[in-house]
């Protein structure tokens, strides 16, 4: 970063990584994104619609996931 201090990078659990500050990202095609967002939230499900960028979608897959857990007992047996 420009004035020397360092760019705080957040990993959550199950939702998206957050970088706080101005950030550029660059995509695998080469092209850039610029946020100039106070806080930048990156998606990890690969869910979002607007990805790179997280847009909450993380919230129904972990829904998801929780509902398949639920639906199998301990010994993995579906009830």
């Known amino acids: ?15 998206p990584v957050l970088i706080h500050g101005p950030v550029d990202l660059v995509m695998p095609d080469g092209s850039r994104i610029r946020s100039e967002r106070a806080v930048t ?20 897959c ?5 509902k398949d857990n639920d639906e199998t007992n301990r010994d993995g047996q579906q009830r």
Do not use: F, K, Q, W
Request: with cysteine; aromatic share 2%; hydrophobic share 20%.
């Open 62 to 66: 972990a829904r998801n996931r929780r």
């Open 1 to 15: 970063m420009p004035d020397g201090s360092p760019v705080r990078v957040e990993i959550t659990g199950e939702g």
């Open 41 to 60: 939230a990156l998606c990890t499900c690969r869910g979002s619609r607007r990805y790179p960028m997280c847009d909450t979608s993380h919230r129904r």
